[in-house]
């Protein structure tokens, strides 16, 4: 069983709009929702393959009870955390030329109880779980260190974690050794202060990660592919893929495939490779099924293309959030 934890779920409202003009009414041509938070996504994912997951999620208010009907709907078993914030709503919106701009909430603050009850929540569902994968960003009221915590405990208890954070969050949880982490290239980046170029620079920064305790680091670089450096080595993924519809939680769905293959090695990362080529194939964050995964499709390489220019490089680093 693969165990989810969202900390900060979410509604998610996608806007289908002909182009986004400041300032004026902007008539949407379609609209969704889906239920949200890279946790739930990864939980969608592997519903999607056919596996058991649970879900652990704080929920609050009228978004909440949607994002649990929604995710019954889809045949999920959810193990809520009533909160008394309502859930976060994160809206997208969705250009006629492809670019999708996301607003994320902040989502409510979980009070001390709330807190405890999350924790406990997730000790009671690791029971039987292979993996725990801890995913998005904290809402307040969880510190820094919030992850870091999860996966000492869970480490106690026995359970493999996988961990797709960010910033301080994601610092401060490599001390702990999670099993693997999965930064987009913006993150990695982000958490070894420099920009990243090639394929090489990605590699460079995967392996300082390590050095900070990660066991093993899936860095998703977008259209170029992905990476995995684990204590035995290095390996670089790809798939080509003709037409994106787009990529909301194509990175949740790469970690999906990769906990669904075993979560280590060369085998791991082509299911990885083919769950996020298959779900950028797919409307809003639509989740792959077994059906449309074409894993012929990818290559897996121990040769990494270091000397690679990424097609889509991180040359700005983003400032970190607290
Ligand atoms: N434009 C694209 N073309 C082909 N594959 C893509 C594209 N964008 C994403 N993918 C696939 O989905 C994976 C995850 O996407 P990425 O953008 O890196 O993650 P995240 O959603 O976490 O930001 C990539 O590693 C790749 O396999
Ligand atoms: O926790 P965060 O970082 O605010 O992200 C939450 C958002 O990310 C998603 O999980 C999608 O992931 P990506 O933006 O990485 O594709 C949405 O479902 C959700 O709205």
Not at 217 to 242: E, I, K, N, Y
Not at 244 to 269: E, K, Q, T, Y
Not at 293 to 320: C, F, I, N, Q, W
Request: charged share 20%.
């Amino acid at each position: 069983m693969i165990l989810t934890v969202t900390p900060n779920p979410s509604l998610d409202r996608t806007y289908e709009v002909p182009s986004l003009d400041r300032g004026e009414v902007i008539r949407a041509t379609g609209e969704r929702m889906d239920p949200g938070g890279k946790g739930v996504n990864v939980s969608r994912a592997v519903a999607a393959a056919g596996r058991r997951t649970v879900a652990v999620l704080p929920l609050g208010g009228a978004p909440g009870a949607l994002v649990a009907d929604l995710l019954h709907a889809q045949g999920i078993e959810v193990a809520p955390v009533p909160v008394a914030g309502a859930t976060r709503s994160n809206i997208a919106l969705a250009e006629s030329d492809g670019v999708l701009t996301k607003i994320n909430a902040p989502g409510p603050e979980l009070a001390a109880a709330e807190r405890e009850l999350l924790l406990e929540t997730v000790r009671r569902q690791s029971v039987d779980a292979d993996w725990i994968a801890c995913c998005g960003s904290l809402p307040r009221g969880l510190a820094p260190a919030w992850y870091a915590e999860l996966v000492a405990r869970a480490h106690s208890a026995g359970a493999r974690i996988a961990l797709d954070t960010s910033g301080p969050a994601l610092l401060a949880a490599l001390r702990e050794r999670p099993d693997v982490v999965k930064p987009n290239a913006e993150e990695l980046a982000e958490a070894v202060g420099r920009p990243l170029t090639t394929v090489g620079d990605a590699m460079k920064a995967a392996e300082e990660l390590r050095e900070l305790g990660a066991r093993a680091v899936l860095a998703s670089l977008g259209a170029d592919g992905q990476l995995l450096v684990d204590g035995t080595g290095a390996w670089f993924g790809s798939a080509r893929v003709d037409t994106v519809r787009s990529n909301v939680g194509a990175g949740d769905s790469s970690l999906a495939g990769f906990l669904i293959a075993g979560g280590s090695g060369p085998a791991a990362l082509a299911s990885a490779v083919a769950h996020g080529a298959a779900a950028v194939q797919l409307p809003g964050s639509v989740m792959p099924t077994p059906g449309d995964l074409d894993l012929a499709a990818v290559t897996v390489t121990g040769d990494v293309p270091v000397d690679r220019v990424l097609k889509e490089p991180v040359s700005v680093l983003k400032e970190p959030v607290s």
